[in-house]
T-cell receptor
Framework: DVKVTQSSRYLVKRTGEKVFLECVQDMDHENMFWYRQDPGLGLRLIYFSYDVKMKEKGDIPEGYSVSREKKERFSLILESASTNQTSMYLC????????????FGPGTRLTVT | AQKVTQAQTEISVVEKEDVTLDCVYETRDTTYYLFWYKQPPSGELVFLIRRNSFDEQNEISGRYSWNFQKSTSSFNFTITASQVVDSAVYFCALRRVNQGGKLIFGQGTELSVKP
């Protein structure tokens, strides 16, 4: 089975802190994604990566950056956390072959105070 | 424009009722892929089914069934004899062929199954 893990289920940070959210997948998938999910807004794509050291902006990249140094790991970075970044963050991965269905991690609920 | 619409924001049923979740998509592509995901209260999105645009055959998996109709651009999901464990948010998603792995998600339908 595909397994996508995220470093924390719950995280509380203060405004202005630098925040790292880590995601690891064990299926040798080429593509990895970061979403945020907010009530009434559905899932919004922040960034995605289709290869090591490659990244592309999604729909809402402002205030975020990403890093992919190894194929299995994709990090989301909040350079200076703000209260409007309080959200559920979901990581996903998919293969470059077949239907490309995405497999999701359990999510990190981030609260910025 | 590519778009997925799930018009039903919330649905509430009593256990053992059948329920259909609607999904309507927009795309100009001739080749595309459709997906359904389930998000239980625990938060993790679980992949349920995938379909490509050339396969309009309906699919049944236990109490779940999917009806794909290109003529109406719909990919509806039916749960037969619903159970409390079916309570979740369900998302429909679309992938374009030339967009790599990117998915376009609908807003989701929150299903509540009461005992």
């Amino acid at each position: 089975d595909v397994k996508v893990t995220q470093s924390s289920r719950y995280l509380v940070k203060r405004t202005g802190e630098k925040v790292f959210l880590e995601c690891v997948q064990d299926m040798d998938h080429e593509n990895m994604f970061w979403y945020r999910q907010d009530p009434g807004l559905g899932l919004r794509l922040i960034y995605f990566s289709y290869d090591v050291k490659m990244k592309e902006k999604g729909d809402i990249p402002e205030g975020y950056s990403v890093s992919r140094e190894k194929k299995e790991r994709f990090s989301l970075i909040l350079e200076s956390a703000s209260t409007n970044q309080t959200s559920m963050y979901l990581c996903a991965s998919s293969s470059d072959r077949g239907f490309y269905e995405q497999y999701f991690g359990p999510g990190t609920r981030l609260t910025v105070t | 424009a590519q778009k997925v619409t799930q018009a039903q924001t919330e649905i509430s049923v009593v256990e053992k009722e059948d329920v259909t979740l609607d999904c309507v998509y927009e795309t100009r592509d001739t080749t595309y892929y459709l997906f359904w995901y389930k998000q239980p209260p625990s938060g993790e999105l679980v992949f349920l089914i995938r379909r490509n645009s050339f396969d309009e055959q309906n699919e049944i998996s236990g109490r779940y069934s999917w009806n794909f109709q290109k003529s109406t651009s719909s990919f509806n999901f039916t749960i037969t004899a619903s159970q409390v464990v079916d309570s979740a948010v369900y998302f429909c998603a679309l992938r374009r062929v030339n967009q790599g792995g990117k998915l376009i998600f609908g807003q989701g339908t929150e299903l509540s199954v009461k005992p």
